[in-house]
């Protein structure tokens, strides 16, 4: 089946950049919707951002005009490029993946909508 795994989590300064990755294995990411969610300490899983095959994309009102999530399909790889960072963002952040499916709706804040999780990588913001 598939893997995901996300690389690009560390500690950085209010106001400061990061980039998380995913790599996915499979023959079909074209046709994936991704997801990125996070995972606070005590807190439960909140969405982040989603891309959807067609590349259209959404947010979380909280991430909005800071974090954009992109895709490259020849690489199998989705992005997540988070400026002004704010010590609120600390979380664990999780990719996720949901394969194309012709009869069902997909909602992108739901993490039941996804088929597949990565392992989740640590980003800190110290204030």
């Known amino acids: 089946q598939v893997q995901l795994v996300e690389s690009g989590g560390g500690l950085v300064q209010a106001g400061g950049s990061l980039r998380l990755s995913c790599a996915a294995s499979?023959?079909?990411?074209?046709?994936?919707?991704m997801g990125w969610f996070r995972q606070a300490p005590g807190k439960g899983r909140e969405f982040v951002a989603a891309i959807r095959w067609s590349a259209s994309t959404e947010y979380a009102d909280s991430v909005k005009g800071r974090f954009t999530i992109s895709r490259d399909n020849g690489k199998n790889m989705v992005y997540l490029q988070m400026n002004s960072l704010k010590p609120e963002d600390t979380a664990v952040y999780y990719c996720?993946?949901?394969?194309?499916?012709?009869?069902?709706?997909?909602?992108?804040?739901?993490?039941?909508?996804?088929?597949?999780w990565g392992q989740g990588t640590q980003v800190t913001v110290s204030s």
């Open positions: 996720a993946a949901r394969g194309l499916k012709y009869s069902s709706t997909f909602y992108p804040q739901s993490d039941r909508a996804y088929d597949y």
């Open positions: 499979g023959r079909a990411f074209s046709s994936y919707s």
